[in-house]
């Protein structure tokens, strides 16, 4: 089976940053894209940033110069570096992989999200 287990969440105050990491485990042969997704209270999940597996990212307007995503191919490990932070960041971060070819087909999956925080 495969896993998409993220870390590094949490509370911080506006202007602060913090760095998510997702790791992705299981009988894993290849992974298309991964990207961060957020939902805050009351409002749909959002794409926050993706990246192909060559390393072409792309994100949402309200986080571009502020974020960055980066992979680590090797380590099926995708990351999410979050500077200047603001209250309306606050939401859980979700990460997923596209197209995770394991045992003969190829699926999307999720992690189970972490929280972050922003306090004002």
């Known amino acids: 089976q495969v896993q998409l287990v993220e870390s590094g969440g949490g509370l911080v105050q506006a202007g602060g940053s913090l760095r998510l990491s997702c790791a992705a485990s299981?009988?894993?042969?290849?992974?298309?894209?991964m990207g961060w997704y957020r939902q805050a209270p009351g409002k749909q999940r959002e794409l926050v940033a993706s990246?192909?597996?060559?390393?072409?990212?792309n994100y949402a307007d309200s986080v571009k110069g502020r974020f960055t995503i980066s992979r680590d191919n090797a380590k099926n490990m995708v990351y999410l570096q979050m500077n200047s932070l603001k209250p309306e960041d606050t939401a859980v971060y979700y990460c997923?992989?596209?197209?995770?070819?394991?045992?003969?087909?190829?699926?999307?999956?999720w992690g189970q999200g972490t929280q972050v925080t922003v306090s004002s």
């Open positions: 997923k992989g596209y197209d995770i070819y394991s045992s003969n087909y190829y699926h999307d999956y």
């Open positions: 299981g009988t894993i042969f290849s992974i298309n894209a």
């Open positions: 990246i192909t597996v060559g390393g072409s990212a």
